[in-house]
């Protein structure tokens, strides 16, 4: 009888400390989830970039939008072979 007594008293014990694990880990998850609620993403800075770099890309950028006035006037001057000769005439003549 006393064995059994033991043994019961054993058993509420160990369904303790189960029940006390059980609770704390509930706890660490509400807590964990309330950090990861908490975190904010915060977008990376852009590199710092050094002014000879900053205007060595506007030169590109520059250099880039003459070549393509340049294109687009070859190209419409080919679209107009005939007439380019003659506006050039008038506009040179007066």
Avoid: C, W
Avoid at 30 to 37: D, L, N, P, V
């Amino acid at each position: 009888a006393e064995q059994q007594k033991v043994e019961k008293l054993e058993e509420e014990q160990r369904a303790q400390n189960i029940e006390k694990h059980r609770i704390g880990r509930r706890r660490q998850n509400e807590i964990m989830a309330r950090i990861h609620a908490a975190i904010i993403q915060v977008p990376k800075p852009p590199p710092s970039h050094t002014i000879k770099a900053i205007e060595a890309k506007k030169f590109l950028k520059k250099k880039r939008e003459a070549e393509d006035v340049y294109k687009e006037i070859k190209k419409f001057e080919k679209s107009m072979p005939g007439n380019a000769s003659a506006v050039h005439s008038r506009v040179t003549d007066r």
